[in-house]
């Protein structure tokens, strides 16, 4: 019975969540996303019971299928929507809380120089674009957005937006992301380049001015 409810909740997460969504019927047997993360729970079952090798083979053929590779041994909360989802990696310690969004491309991984924890906690309510790499054992606070193909190798702290190669902060503290409306936007997010460009264009158009002002008639 709690297997029934597991699927059913995830199914109704996604459909909710997905534009694209036509039918719940669609989600459970068509989108790869949902059929991981349901693989991933009978793998992490099985992990925690020490049945390693079944746990393993789950996750193989999950990745082989779907082309997404969840580590069994990952801690993953309820309601993670992994949208398309092709070249998703989510290493062995990571762990993510609930109501996510994960794009295909995204890599939650180690630097390969820690031992133990290597891998990103990942907060509630965290949206993550499509290439992005979280590299590292350190926190993406609650309700941040991780713009596409960033890479992030230092703590984000919550209610933030980061982007750029290594990542960096743009936005903090500007409206809270609800559980209930995720925002799956990537693509309205401040691009600082952009950004320092504009400025730059400013403040040679007064340098401009000044210099005409100061002219000899």
């Keep these: 019975m709690k297997m029934f409810k597991t699927i059913s909740e995830e199914v109704k997460l996604v459909f909710d969540r997905d534009p694209a969504a036509k039918s719940k019927m669609q989600v459970l047997f068509l989108y790869p996303g949902v059929k991981a993360i349901l693989s991933y729970r009978t793998a992490h079952w099985f992990y925690n019971h020490k049945m390693y090798f079944i746990a393993d083979w789950i996750s193989k053929r999950t990745r082989r299928k779907t082309g997404i590779e969840i580590h069994p041994a ?102 809270k992301i609800a559980p209930a409306k995720i925002d799956l936007d990537q693509i309205h997010i401040p691009d600082p380049v952009s950004m320092e460009l504009c400025k730059l264009r400013v403040e040679l158009e007064n340098l401009k001015k000044q210099i005409g002002d100061k002219k000899p008639e």
Excluded: W
């Excluded at 674009?129 to 992030?152: E, H, Q, R, W, Y």
């Design 74 to 175: 990952a801690q993953i909360g309820k309601g993670l929507f992994i949208d398309h989802g092709m070249g998703v990696v989510i290493g062995e310690t990571t762990v993510i809380g609930d109501n996510c969004t994960i794009y295909q491309g995204v890599t939650l991984g180690g630097t390969g120089k820690d031992k133990g924890k290597r891998h990103p906690t990942i907060g509630n309510n965290v949206t993550i674009g499509s290439g992005a790499k979280v590299l590292g054992p350190f926190t993406v606070g609650d309700n941040s957005k991780i713009a596409a193909n960033a890479v992030v190798l230092n703590e984000i702290p919550p209610n933030s937006t980061c982007v750029g190669v290594p990542a960096h902060i743009v936005k903090r503290d500007n409206v």
